[in-house]
């Protein structure tokens, strides 16, 4: 039983160019979230959507970073014109159920690093 | 945002010695989850708690959601050198939905 998947492990990008984060969630979660992590600090939230849906986007930047999940496949994060902040461990994690009884199961992340 | 305030935030101690950690927060959690992680991986579920005073077990790792909703703990108890890595707090409150926040993690070294 697979868990969460993520790729790819490591990405590199120079500064302008775009980067797409993949996240397929555990077999029969519907729910994904995701959360960045930079060196010795803890992981902070990012955005939480459920199929087809932005459920919470409170911990996205503003500009050039987006997230959708669609109906079919995984679930993407997409950030523009990378700058060399955007380095960082991108974590993606899925629940199978919402509200007080969520616990969320982390992927492997995946880590970019801007030129 | 909320935050969470974990200590130590780090310790060195010997094989076979017990460990405990610990997180604050400012406002009251509706969840507390313990995760481990390891270099160059995520973080993994080690125990979840959802009620006020729950203690839970999971081998030798024992954690219990604290009676004011405001703290947590995690002990390890017989530490053995696999235990090594950093051990992070989460949790959700009422004002941040399905969001977990993290605390800023207690990274464990065990001498063998």
């Known amino acids: 039983n697979a868990g969460v998947m993520q790729n790819p492990r490591h990405l590199v990008r120079r500064r302008g160019q775009e980067a797409r984060l993949r996240c397929s969630p555990m077999k029969g979660h519907s729910h994904v979230y995701w959360y960045r992590q930079l060196p010795e600090e803890g992981l902070k939230f990012m955005v939480y959507l459920q199929k087809e849906n932005i459920i919470d986007e409170s911990g996205m930047p503003k500009e050039r970073f987006s997230a959708e999940f669609p109906k079919e496949g995984p679930s993407i994060l997409r950030i523009q014109q990378v700058v060399r902040g955007d380095s960082a461990a991108y974590f993606c994690?899925?629940?199978?159920?919402?509200?007080?009884?969520?616990?969320?199961?982390f992927g492997p992340g995946t880590r970019l690093t801007v030129l | 945002g909320q935050q969470l305030n974990q200590s130590p935030q780090s310790m060195f101690i010997q094989e076979g010695e017990d460990v405990s950690m610990n997180c604050t927060s400012s406002s009251i959690f509706n969840t507390w989850l313990w995760y481990k992680q390891d270099p160059g991986e995520g973080p993994v579920l080690l125990i979840a708690?959802?009620?006020?005073?729950e203690l839970t077990s999971n081998g030798r790792l024992t954690a219990q959601f604290g009676i004011t909703r405001k703290d947590s703990f995690l002990n390890i108890s017989a530490s053995i050198p696999s235990d090594v890595g950093i051990y992070f707090c989460a949790g959700t409150d009422n004002n941040a939905g399905n969001m977990l926040t993290f605390g800023g993690g207690t990274r464990l070294m065990v001498k063998p």
């Open positions: 708690l959802y009620k006020a005073g």
């Open positions: 994690a899925s629940s199978l159920l919402a509200g007080g009884y969520n616990e969320q199961f």
